[in-house]
């Protein structure tokens, strides 16, 4: 009963959105009795998709293979957490994942926002109806997750062994979560754009709900690079597939989104720029849905589906964009210009990262689209690393000089030759990085070399905001500021790390034989059966010993039964100067082991520095839902 029960529960919560999208018509059409309604109805209709995701979930944990999804994505000898996790990591669980999340954030705008005008805000929570509502419909007339099974099999034919990985249980809820949060932003802006409310009124509001989607994006995507990092076995923390590009693009509109609204908020300027970013933020993540699930994709992040619900996918996302681009086409003559700036100034500087981030972002959707496009032609070609290193590759160096500016620039007017003294000592470190790069380290590409001397600038400027202040008297979002920009630094100081000195070896070794890769000395030991409840492996035993210090990794080569599949399990050693990552291949039928092996300097940072972004984030979001902590001026903000 568990299975009719969520089923049932998601017919209410759509029959819910539906009427609220009426009563939220009906207010704004001077509906009194309307108006009190429409929030206990959106709180109501997220507690329903709650409730329907908690019925999906514990139809996995029983193992009740009498459900379609479960038989098709489960096994009954999974670890509980896999069982759990499995109920999104496939396409009908994770759509409906995406619909509670959609279902908790209506409700809670309904339950907390109070800054907003009540007509704007019902408008919102329309808008937002709307787009739960053509979701419910995906899932109720073409991806129902509680189908049921008849004749039920006797046990399920088990979760894809690439995600048998704790990552299943983190990765896809933060990145829907941050997904899902874009359509808060998006139901904002067609809200005062219904209501003819643009203004700093409406961006104080969307912007806490900017930011935790944000946030939320930061930590899904950092989460996914170290998961494919260590879980896929090729040594790398990017590939540019296009799965990875569709959770880049929302990010890079949402970093150019956060930047506007705050122009918006604090200084009543950017007000069209900042809706449109509005728009163009949800579009990606809805892009991203519909490349992830339409079956036009081979990726291994990539749901292979029926066309026909990629085709309806598209449906929605034409309606929804299409729809609001014509809204904005039809309202944008009533929203006013707002307040005036010169070019040298913190608006100025703001204005310019978000050009920058608007031609990385179209670069990524030229990249991820034109091969599809091409395909529908007959023609087959392929865009990978060297296009989008080459391409967006300068264009992220610009934009790190225009961020290291920004926080040494006033608000609505400066004077060049002021900027010039704040920025001595970001120039003198960024030049000293370069010129010690030069001496010391060369040869090395110029990309990393220009990247790891920017990365310094920008970390003296990143603490720009805090010099001269009294720090105990600094305000929180101020403190958010500096380390989600010193996160940029760091992460990008581990990318042009990974790119310069990374150290690769590929060698057969027979059981005792030793090897060298960067600083250490690599001994294959020997090999060993290993058995668990549903996957086999060969294990190697690694002596490696650098400086005297010897420590035992143990890669695998892992078979897996349900369903049958080889993997390969990286073995990784951790040091405060990077990491050494191995991998064990195949026999080659002379007594010698396939085994790859990477010494990475300081790749480390780049995790570290995504999670001082998200950390930042928070910091400022926390801020900013505290404003009895707030001083009067907000000079660095």
């Not at 329903?48 to 293979?65: C, E, N, P, Q, T």
């Not at 979701?135 to 991806?143: E, I, N, P, Q, R």
């Not at 643009?198 to 950092?222: K, Q």
């Not at 026999?587 to 972004?613: H, S």
Request: contains cysteine; glycine residues 10%.
């Amino acid at each position: 009963m568990l299975a009719e029960a969520g089923l049932a529960a998601l017919w209410l919560a759509a029959a819910l959105a539906m009427l609220q999208l009426l009563m939220a018509a009906v207010a704004l059409r001077g509906g009194d009795d309307a108006l009190v309604a429409v929030r206990p109805v959106a709180i109501v209709q997220g507690a329903l998709a709650i409730a329907a995701m908690a019925m999906l979930i514990a139809v996995f944990w029983r193992s009740d293979m009498s459900v379609a999804l479960v038989a098709a994505n489960s096994h009954s000898a999974k670890p509980w957490l896999y069982k759990v996790a499995g109920a999104w990591g496939n396409h009908e669980g994770s759509m409906l994942l995406w619909v509670t999340i959609l279902g908790m954030a209506g409700g809670a705008v309904a339950l907390f926002e109070r800054r907003l005008a009540e007509p704007t805000l019902v408008a919102t929570l329309g808008a937002q109806a709307l787009i739960a509502l053509g979701f419910y419909a995906f899932l109720l007339f073409a991806s129902n997750p509680f189908a049921r099974l008849d004749p039920a099999p006797l046990d399920g034919a088990g979760l894809n062994p690439l995600l048998q990985d704790p990552g299943l249980a983190f990765h896809p809820p933060t990145l829907y979560a941050g997904y899902v949060g874009l359509s808060v932003a998006f139901s904002f802006a067609v809200g005062a754009l219904v209501t003819r409310d643009v203004g700093r009124d409406f961006a104080r509001a969307m912007r806490p709900w900017v930011l935790a989607a944000w946030i939320f994006l930061t930590l899904g995507i950092t989460a996914g690079s170290y998961w494919a990092y260590y879980e896929l076995g090729w040594g790398g923390w990017w590939f540019w597939d296009p799965v990875e590009n569709a959770s880049l693009m929302p990010w890079l509109a949402a970093t150019a989104l956060l930047h506007s609204v705050t122009v918006l908020a604090t200084r009543d300027g950017l007000r069209a720029w900042t809706v449109m970013l509005a728009v163009v933020a949800f579009s990606m993540s809805m892009l991203g849905t519909f490349l992830v699930r339409s079956g036009i994709l081979t990726s291994v992040h990539a749901f292979a589906v029926d066309p026909r619900r990629g085709a309806f996918i598209l449906v929605l996302l034409a309606l929804y964009i299409g729809g609001a681009l014509t809204l904005f086409a039809a309202r944008v003559g009533t929203v006013r210009q707002g307040t005036m700036f010169d070019p040298v100034s913190r608006e100025g500087g703001l204005v310019a990262n978000n050009l920058l981030l608007s031609v990385i972002l179209g670069i990524v959707l030229i990249g991820t689209l034109y091969p599809l496009v091409a395909a529908g032609f007959g023609v087959q070609l392929s865009v990978g690393p060297p296009f989008f290193n080459k391409a967006a590759g300068p264009v992220a160096l610009a934009l790190v000089v225009v961020m290291a500016a920004g926080p040494l620039l006033r608000w609505r007017r400066d004077n060049v030759q002021a900027v010039i003294v704040r920025a001595t000592w970001p120039i003198a470190t960024a030049a000293f990085a370069f010129a010690a790069l030069i001496v010391f380290a060369m040869p090395i590409g110029v990309l990393p070399l220009l990247g790891l001397s920017l990365a310094a600038g920008l970390a003296v400027a990143s603490v720009a905001p805090l010099w001269g202040r009294n720090l105990r008297r600094t305000p929180l979002f101020t403190w958010g500021m500096v380390v989600a920009h010193l996160g940029i630094a760091v992460s990008m100081a581990g990318m042009a790390c990974d790119a310069a000195f990374t150290t690769e070896r590929l060698i057969a070794l027979r059981p005792g034989e030793a090897t060298r890769v960067g600083p250490f000395r690599v001994t294959l030991d020997g090999l060993s059966p290993r058995v668990a409840d549903n996957w086999s492996a060969v294990q190697a035993r690694l002596t490696v010993e650098r400086d005297g210090t010897k420590r035992e990794l143990f890669p695998q080569s892992r078979t897996f039964t349900d369903p049958p599949t080889t993997t390969s399990e990286s073995a990784i050693a951790t040091l405060m100067d990077g990491q050494l990552y191995t991998v064990l291949g195949a026999a080659d039928g002379q007594g010698r082991w396939q085994l790859r092996l990477w010494w990475k300097p300081f790749v480390t940072l780049i995790w570290l520095g995504g999670v001082l972004v998200a950390l930042g984030g928070a910091l400022s979001l926390i801020g900013r839902l505290r404003p009895r902590h707030r001083p009067a001026v907000e000079a660095w903000t």
